[in-house]
Every structure is written in structure tokens, then in C-alpha cells.
């Protein structure tokens, strides 16, 4: 008897351990579910850079952000930080080539037009520019030929980190300062990055091209 009792609590213990794991996992999840808002705000929080900024030569507006980066600029330089704005002249698509849509450039220009900046206060650089590398380079290139000193560079929070690294790379040999202010856009805060799927993706997109350019630039 003492034999089939003992082979019964040994079955039962074989039994539980699995229910005991599982509860165990469980608990984990819970508690890390529980705990997610501070940890993923902490995350955005490490991560964000945004530079006080000052009166500078001109306010940069690079390609993308359509909805946030001309608006910002037009803000700034309605602050007197600056009397120029710089557009970066991104590539024409095939669309534009035609003149069946405006392209980039000309749709910031015209945002920069219906908030009060006059076009004397407008200019592009560079020309086709492909990438945030691209564009750090016309910008020192458009630089080179002028008495500049400063530039303000506005930009969405998880692109910050990235685009103050390769412009201040870029112009590392040069006296010119580079100074980022990074902007929240209403629909991806760093206090509700994680609640929408553009939020999770930008910022994983953000941290892997950050990744990239350290590594190839």
C-alpha cells in the first residue's frame, strides 16, 4: 500500500508541475501587462533627444512628415528664430514628371505660403535627395557657399536621435551648429506611442535605422 500511495503522489506531483509552470508564466505575463505603460514610456523616454534651439540662420524641413514638419517650421520662423527656410528637394515620381500631382517640395512650400511665410523667406537644397544621408550632405554642400551659422532642423520624436547624429556627423568638420527640436505629432505621443500601430512601428522602424547608419556611416 505504501508503494501505490507513493506512486500515486509522485503522479499527482508529475501532474501539477506543468499547472505550477504554467501559473508561473502567467504571473509573469500578468505583472509584465500590469507593468507595461511605465516600461514602454521609460523606453520612448531614453530614446528621445530634442535640443533647446536659439536664433539661427534657417529652419530646416526635411523630407516626409508632410503633416508636421512645414507647420513647425512656419511656427518657428514666425518666432523670429530664423529668416530663411530650407526645403530639401526630394526626387520628382514619375506622377510629378507629368504634372499630374506637386510634388514634395512644392506641397511644403505652399503650406509655408497659406501660414504667413513669403516666399522671399523660402529656398530648396540639394537635389533629389533619397535619404536623411543625402540630405545632411546637400545641406552642407548648400552651406559651403553661404555665411551660415547655425541651423534649426525640426523633427518627429523617434527620427530625432538619428537625424541630429548624421547631420552633426556631417558637418562635425565645419563651425556650423546643428540643433534638433523634435516634435510630438498628435496621433503618436511618447505618452501613447504603443496604443496605435503606427506608433509601434515607427519607433522599431526608427531604432533599426539608427542601427543601420551607425554601422554604415
Not at 535640443?51 to 529652419?59: E, G, L, M, Y
Not at 514666425?78 to 526645403?87: C, E, H, S, V
Not at 538619428?162 to 527640436?181: G, L, M, N, Q, S
Request: glycine fraction near 6%; proline fraction near 6%.
Amino acid at each position: 500500500m505504501s508503494d501505490i500511495s507513493a506512486r500515486e503522489r509522485g503522479n499527482q506531483w508529475s501532474l501539477r508541475r506543468p499547472l505550477i509552470g504554467m501559473f508561473v508564466l502567467a504571473s509573469i505575463a500578468a505583472a509584465g501587462w500590469l507593468m507595461r505603460e511605465p516600461v514602454l514610456l521609460g523606453a520612448a523616454n531614453l530614446w528621445i533627444v530634442s535640443d533647446p534651439i536659439s536664433r539661427t540662420d534657417a529652419i530646416v524641413i526635411l523630407g516626409g512628415g508632410l503633416a508636421t514638419r512645414p507647420f513647425e517650421a512656419a511656427e518657428l520662423w514666425q518666432r523670429g528664430l530664423a529668416d530663411k527656410i530650407l526645403i530639401s528637394q526630394a526626387p520628382e515620381e514619375r506622377a510629378v514628371s507629368i504634372g499630374a500631382m506637386p510634388s514634395h517640395s512644392e506641397l511644403n512650400r505652399e503650406i509655408l505660403l497659406k501660414l504667413g511665410v513669403p516666399a522671399s523667406a523660402i529656398e530648396t537644397f540639394g537635389n533629389a535627395n533619397k535619404s536623411t544621408r543625402d540630405e545632411a550632405v546637400a545641406l552642407r554642400e548648400w552651406a559651403e557657399g553661404s555665411t551660415v551659422s547655425a541651423f534649426i532642423i525640426p523633427t518627429e520624436i523617434f527620427p530625432a536621435r538619428r537625424v541630429r547624429w548624421i547631420f552633426r556627423r556631417e558637418f562635425r568638420a565645419t563651425a556650423v551648429k546643428i540643433e534638433v527640436p523634435s516634435i510630438e505629432p498628435p496621433d503618436c505621443t511618447r505618452r501613447d506611442w504603443w496604443k496605435t500601430e503606427h506608433g509601434v512601428v515607427a519607433f522599431q522602424t526608427e531604432v533599426l535605422k539608427y542601427i543601420y547608419y551607425r554601422v554604415k556611416y
